[in-house]
């Protein structure tokens, strides 16, 4: 009989140890994975827009629209009965409506607020996530208001306090501050209690990059004009850091955000998982425009399998520690999920 040869392997290697066993068949690669994608993991960006019976194509978003509010009914009967937990709604207005100060945001009657008592209406139990920060609004297209030829940052708080509450007020679930203003998440939290809105939660875009992969965003909300070349540097992190990305996140913890986002999603796991392992907190990837435009545009010219592209791609949000994903896929992945019931 062959004697073992312990000196020659460990305990820990080859060939008692074969790495290959475990992934040989299907039901053993079933019983081994370590995370597991479901559509209660979804978020849906849906864009809105002004006037009737409209459906445009976001020309760098193949296959993603702006609709306008009497179309938004059907959407969001769509989305409901794919049993997707939340959206996030994002407006584009009338270029007439912007002004330096995006007075707009602060409308109770406004194409966003519109939106949320429709969706509301239409499904009371699905999740409404709204933009605190105020690109939509603005004709410069910054998410602040300037003075002296910079974004204010303690100018801006007390805008995007009152433009929380006209969102909480109008029904949503969740404001969502995306602005990276110093100090916006406890000064929202204090504004909303102020006014009872105490179960409003603060889902804080609180590791935000200044990033190029916003650009087809940009298109979709009709703020690319107006920014023109103008950056969010001052205001948007430096995808160089990632200590800081760490400081913040626990400033917006510290400042009471129930959960946070970092954006962009897939080149920024590592913050992600450096994010997860420190806190042990709720957090959100969101799998930006500029993500979903590169992937799209390989799957439709057959460079990329499309749903094992796309699913690929949500197991490495999961493996990197998100609790939820924000993806324009959506729609996609939950009816693949059902499929499969
Ligand atoms: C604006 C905002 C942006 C996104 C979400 N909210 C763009 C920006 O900061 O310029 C990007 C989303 C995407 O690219 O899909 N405050």
């Known amino acids: 009989m062959k ?25 053993s690669r079933r019983l081994m994975s370590e995370n597991i994608l479901s559509i209660n993991d979804l978020i849906y960006p849906i864009f809105i827009t002004y006037g009737s019976n409209i459906k445009e194509e976001i020309s760098s978003m193949p296959g993603i629209y702006r609709i306008s509010t009497d179309l938004l009914y ?30 707009e945001a602060l409308n109770k009657n406004n194409l966003l607020c519109k939106a949320i008592k429709i969706t509301k209406k239409v499904n009371p139990n699905l999740g409404v996530i709204t933009d605190v920060a105020l690109d939509p609004y603005t004709n410069h297209g910054h998410d602040g208001v300037l003075h002296n030829n910079e974004i204010d940052n303690d100018l801006t708080l007390d805008i995007l306090c009152k433009q929380a509450i006209v969102q909480a007020e109008a029904g949503c679930d969740i404001v969502a501050p995306s602005d990276m203003m110093d100090g916006r998440v406890g000064a929202i939290r204090d504004s909303l209690d102020d006014y009872g809105l105490i179960n409003v939660q603060i889902m804080s875009y609180a590791a935000k990059y200044a990033s190029s992969f916003y650009g087809p965003f940009r298109d979709a909300i009709g703020s690319a004009s107006n920014l023109s070349k103008k950056t ?110």
């Open 232 to 341: 969010k540097k001052s205001y948007q992190m430096d995808p160089a850091n990632s200590d800081e990305a760490l400081r913040e996140i626990r400033l917006d913890i510290n400042e009471g955000a129930d959960m946070i986002i970092v954006k962009p999603g897939m080149p920024y796991l590592d913050i992600i998982s450096k994010a997860k392992k420190e806190f042990n907190f709720p957090i959100v990837a969101y799998q930006v425009s500029g993500e979903y435009s590169m992937l799209k545009n390989s799957i439709q010219n057959g460079w990329l399998d499309e749903k094992n592209i796309i699913f690929e791609t949500m197991l490495c949000f999961k493996r990197a520690g998100c609790d939820a994903i924000i993806t324009y896929f959506a729609p996609y992945i939950a009816k693949n999920l059902i499929k499969k019931i």
């Open 3 to 27: 004697q073992p040869s312990n000196k020659q392997f460990s305990i820990n290697s080859f060939p008692r140890v074969r790495m290959r066993r475990n992934r040989l068949s299907d039901f």
């Open 74 to 103: 059907k959407e969001i009967d769509y989305i409901s009965s794919l049993e997707i937990p939340a959206i996030a709604l994002f407006p584009k207005i009338e270029n007439e409506l912007k002004t330096p100060n995006g007075e």
